[in-house]
């Protein structure tokens, strides 16, 4: 019995597993004795990146027939997958453009939505909501990386967040995830920062980190803004697991404060 009170039947299901959230919350659950399984779009990726530790199940959460095997026998699933906000190499656009043209993109959201095969709506709504359908039945959570601003789209600066649509998705995910009557739980974090850094934007430029330095702090009802250690979000992902105090709720992660020695996350979870 590991710390999360997972047994041996216990399988937990990883999509976006290579993402920068998505390896640190398998690193996490690797560390708690966890039986994990990982869904990938590149086998060799996954296998090299984990060292034969997880089993490997190779789909595509925007092809839904590639999806039942992945999710067979599964108890648990933490949903990392996401693209980027805005226009980027993610997009997979079928003609890669160059910077002009991406510059172009940038003033025609409805041209760079239809073009791109990884848009929001393409990933994080219809993705998810494919992965959802093909979840069992008996499926004891479903974990899911949502955003901050999600209630507040039409306010400052999440507008702006939201040109290409991110903010319209991840809302849309979280009511299909509601609606399927599935045990849930919402995580939404604010600016993802600390690596690792899979996208090539501002925030990897810049190299926002915390330097361990920060505290967690939760909220409800979308009302804290901030940003967010992928650290943290991957240890809410795991520490959410089998804790009564998560199911069937949606809450904020930021880092603000000076931070403790240790993170209680049961008490955390508690508050909200």
């Not at 479903?142 to 507008?159: A, D, H, L, Q, T």
């Not at 992902?237 to 904020?252: D, G, I, M, R």
């Amino acid at each position: 019995m590991t710390s999360n009170g997972f047994s041996e039947e216990n399988l937990v299901l990883v999509a976006g597993a290579t993402g920068g959230v998505g390896q640190l919350a398998v690193a996490k659950l690797l560390d708690k004795g966890c039986k994990v399984r990982v869904l990938t779009r590149n086998a060799s990726k996954a296998e090299n990146m984990f060292a034969g530790k997880v089993e490997v199940a190779v789909g595509d959460i925007r092809n839904p027939e590639t999806l039942p095997a992945a999710v067979a026998n599964v108890t648990h699933i933490i949903c990392c997958s996401g693209t980027t906000a805005f226009p980027s190499e993610r997009w997979e656009f079928e003609n890669k453009p160059n910077f002009l043209q991406y510059f172009g993109l940038f003033f025609n959201p409805a041209e760079a939505k239809a073009k791109a095969k990884n848009s929001p709506m393409k990933v994080d709504a219809q993705g998810v909501s494919n992965l959802v359908e093909v979840a069992p039945k008996d499926l004891k959570q479903f974990v899911f990386i949502s955003s901050c601003g999600v209630e507040r789209k039409n306010e400052f600066p999440y507008s702006i967040l939201n040109k290409f649509g991110i903010l319209d998705a991840k809302k849309q995910a979280e009511e299909t995830i509601i609606n399927s009557k599935l045990p849930y739980t919402i995580i939404r974090p604010g600016q993802l920062i600390d690596g690792p850094y899979t996208s090539y934007d501002l925030n990897t430029l810049l190299r926002a980190k915390t330097d361990g330095k920060l505290d967690v702090v939760l909220g409800t009802g979308d009302q804290i803004t901030g940003q967010t250690s992928r650290i943290d979000v991957a240890n809410a992902c795991v520490e959410s697991l089998n804790n009564s105090n998560c199911y069937n709720k949606a809450f904020e992660i930021v880092n603000q404060g000076k931070r403790p020695s240790v993170i209680d996350w049961n008490a955390l979870f508690e508050q909200v």
